[in-house]
């Protein structure tokens, strides 16, 4: 719907960026797995894209083992960012965690080039939280969420540029998340082209573990 960019299910209010495979699914994961486009500003894009480059440069894009569950990628784990950048994850931090949640305190950032995907996976229930919140930077991308025990209930999020994502709760848990490949990446009958994309995931600690003693993430966390 031009304008209000919602589309009315019954009397669920869905928004364009978010479909799935049932209303009863939209409906249940409507505060567990949300989408903010447009939550950067241009100008906060330049400045996270800017920051990253060198340091990304650095790398090399991986193309792991055949279990590995992300494809065409570099990474890095970032602790020190400038004083924009805080500012820009504060606001992350305000718009997708609870006070009450500690945070990783590395960032990770994860650098997919146009033909990196990342494969169906949890996040690991050791070593990540409740919440993970996610900024895309550059090209955009379908994230599909499907149900662990039920492969039929599956949601779709539109990540466009600028974009930001939290998963939480049961979408975090119970279903796994993945970034299709270019070959599959549709939203509906819309074709989402995908060029190389950069990620800012912030992640909660999992209860109980203080941030002193956040141990050591495994990649795919
Ligand atoms: O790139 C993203 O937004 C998600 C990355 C991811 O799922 C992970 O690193 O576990
Ligand atoms: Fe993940
Ligand atoms: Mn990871």
Do not use: N
């Not at 400045?47 to 193309?63: D, G, H, I, N, V």
């Not at 990196?116 to 996610?134: E, L, N, Q, R, W």
């Not at 969420?145 to 975090?172: D, F, I, K, M």
């Amino acid at each position: 719907m031009a304008g209000s960019g919602r589309l009315a299910l019954g009397t669920l209010q869905v928004p364009g960026w978010v479909r799935g495979s049932s209303p009863a699914v939209l409906s249940r994961l409507r505060d567990a797995a949300v989408v903010r486009p447009g939550f950067l500003s241009a100008a906060e894009e330049e400045t996270l894209s800017r920051e990253l480059e060198p340091e990304l440069r650095r790398r090399r894009y991986e193309y792991d083992h055949w279990d590995a569950a992300i494809h065409g990628f570099r990474e890095t784990e970032k602790s020190r960012w400038s004083e924009a950048s805080r500012a820009i994850l504060q606001r992350v931090q305000a718009a997708a965690f609870s006070p009450g949640q500690t945070l990783l305190s590395p960032v990770h950032v994860l650098d997919l080039e146009p033909r990196g995907y990342i494969k169906p996976h949890v996040d690991s229930i050791k070593f990540c939280g409740a919440t993970i919140a996610g900024l895309s930077l550059l090209s955009p991308s379908v994230m599909r969420l499907v149900h662990t025990q039920e492969p039929g209930e599956w949601l779709e999020l539109l990540l466009e540029p600028g974009s930001l994502y939290v998963l939480r709760g049961s979408a975090r848990y119970d279903f796994s998340h993945e970034i299709l490949r270019d070959e599959e990446s549709f939203f509906g009958a819309r074709r989402v082209p995908r060029g190389r994309r950069i990620s800012v995931i912030c992640r909660s600690l999992p209860e109980g573990m203080g941030p002193e003693e956040p141990g050591q993430p495994p990649p795919a966390c």
